[in-house]
Nanobody, 125 residues
């Protein structure tokens, strides 16, 4: 079993930056892909970014390419999301997730078996 705990969210002005972290507690983190999703009020949970088990392969949603960077430190069982040039439309609850079946980055929610509680990111205009 894996428990995921997010940190680093908060309120920031448009154009600013935040770095989210997701600590994994369990014994399988370094073998599987991890990802970040977000959900704004009244909207579906949407894919943001994913990273493979080694950290060398990544995948991003079009709306964050060039602004967000996903990374991981397997020695610390932690995945990060560096968010730059934030926009008000980035305001959402951000969730980290870990797969239990693949080490390849994926956008598909169904491939992620463990989820964090979510952390709020609010970008003011």
């Amino acid at each position: 079993q894996v428990q995921l705990v997010e940190s680093g969210g908060g309120l920031v002005q448009a154009g600013g930056s935040l770095r989210l972290a997701c600590a994994a507690f369990g014994n399988s983190f370094s073998s599987y892909s991890a990802g970040w999703f977000r959900q704004a009020p009244g909207e579906e949970r949407a894919f943001v970014a994913s990273i493979g088990w080694s950290g060398s392969d990544t995948r991003y949603a079009e709306f964050v390419k060039g602004r967000f960077t996903i990374s991981r430190d397997n020695a610390k069982n932690t995945v990060y999301l560096q968010m730059n040039s934030l926009k008000p439309e980035d305001t959402a609850l951000y969730y980290c997730a870990q797969s239990a079946i693949t080490g390849v980055p994926t956008e598909a929610r169904s491939w992620y078996h463990y989820w964090g509680q979510g952390i709020q990111v609010t970008v003011s205009s």
